[in-house]
């Protein structure tokens, strides 16, 4: 997939820099890797820019300024750990419940391994959680179940 971002041109303050971007960029991960996309490119632009994963510090300003992470970053960093390290995972997209709560299965080698539920809804008025139930083949319940 070639290049893309929360939002054009550098991204926009309050969006690009937010919780909100962090979801959409762990979404468009999965959603990319169940179409059978290997790479997409996320746009990383210069200083100042608020869609960045990463801004190195101006210069050689590195002894006083520090490196800054952006929610992009945090979104690599999850998906890759949905991914795990077999090198062959595969994504499914799962979502039946429509926009708001995208969900994904990862098989290793044929097995299911691990689920992603994300939760875009937001309701102040407390009713923006979800739940969701998971039927495993053969209604297997695993012994163990890790959540992050």
């Given amino acids: 997939m070639f290049e893309t971002n929360s939002a054009t041109c550098g991204g926009l303050s309050g969006i690009s820099d937010s919780f909100g971007a962090a979801l ?51 979104s690599a960093l999850i998906v890759a750990e949905v991914f795990g390290k077999s090198n062959v995972s595969q ?16 098989y290793d080698n044929g097995v299911l391994s691990k689920i992603a539920v994300i ?9 923006h959680d979800i739940t969701a139930t998971i039927t495993i083949d053969g209604g297997r319940v695993p012994r163990e179940v890790y959540v992050k």
């Avoid at 999965?30 to 746009?43: G, R």
């Avoid at 939760?119 to 009713?127: I, K, L, Q």
């Fill in 24 to 74: 959409w960029g762990i979404d468009y991960g999965l959603t990319m890797a169940a179409a059978n996309f290997s790479h997409a490119l996320l746009h990383v632009g210069g200083q100042s820019v608020y869609y960045n994963p990463f801004t190195a510090p101006p210069t050689n300003q590195s002894m006083y300024k520090q490196w800054t992470v952006g929610a992009i970053y945090y």
């Fill in 91 to 106: 994504i499914v997209d799962t979502t039946n419940n429509g926009l708001l709560t995208p969900s994904y299965a990862i």
């Fill in 119 to 127: 939760n875009f809804m937001d309701d102040p008025s407390g009713a």
